[in-house]
């Protein structure tokens, strides 16, 4: 049944785009991939999927099967904890598709547990790639997008920048709804002036 639609689907997926927005038509397509292909071998707790072999099953369905895969083996190493791996498949998955990335606050927490658990400059880059993406996405309207800018700059080691930027998110969190975080981003602040870790 899965290939009949699928097949269905990709024939059809020029007169179904001219219908519907392109982008709608390839997450359905993914989603279809993801329940049927992928779901199934990535269940299983005991093991690690062959992910080089799912990615070689969904070659067969173009682009939306890529990305599909791609996305699902980051996912599957941030929900596992992985998170150098989740890293390293997280940062191939942004580059390639972050222009059909549109959740900020996803990316946002994906970049906070990676500055969280990860001290390995070329890791934290990557998270602040995702964050700063995520800050284009709606620029001054979330303080806690800017604090996880500031955080990654800071662990980076930019810490002038880390400062100025935290400096950024208290003055956007008082002229808000989010007066109740300022007392916290005021304490990594503080930690951040004085040298202090702030992980």
């Known amino acids: 049944m899965l290939k ?49 072999e799912i990615q070689n099953s969904l070659n067969r369905y173009g682009s939306p099967g890529n990305e599909i895969g791609l996305r699902s083996r980051a996912f599957y190493y941030f929900n596992t904890k992985q998170y150098v791996d989740f890293a390293i498949h997280m940062s191939s998955y942004f580059e390639k598709y972050k222009n059909t990335l549109n959740d900020p606050i996803q990316l946002n927490n994906f970049a906070f547990e990676v500055f969280k658990h990860l001290a390995k400059k070329r890791y934290l880059k ?42 950024e998110a208290i003055a956007l969190a008082k002229s808000g709804t989010f007066v109740a975080m300022v007392p916290e981003l005021e304490n990594v602040l503080q930690k951040m002036q004085s040298g202090n870790p702030t992980w």
């Open 4 to 52: 009949i639609i699928l097949i269905l689907c990709l024939l059809f997926n020029d007169s179904m785009a001219q219908v519907y927005d392109q982008r709608k038509v390839d997450e359905e397509i993914m989603l279809i991939i993801y329940n049927e292909l992928i779901a199934p071998k990535v269940d299983d707790k005991d093991r690690e999927p062959d992910w080089n």
């Open 126 to 167: 990557s998270a602040l790639r995702w964050t700063e993406a995520a800050i284009a996405m709606i620029p001054g309207q979330l303080p806690h997008l800017l604090d996880t800018k500031a955080n990654l700059l800071y662990k980076i080691g930019n810490r002038k920048e880390a400062i100025r930027t935290q400096l």
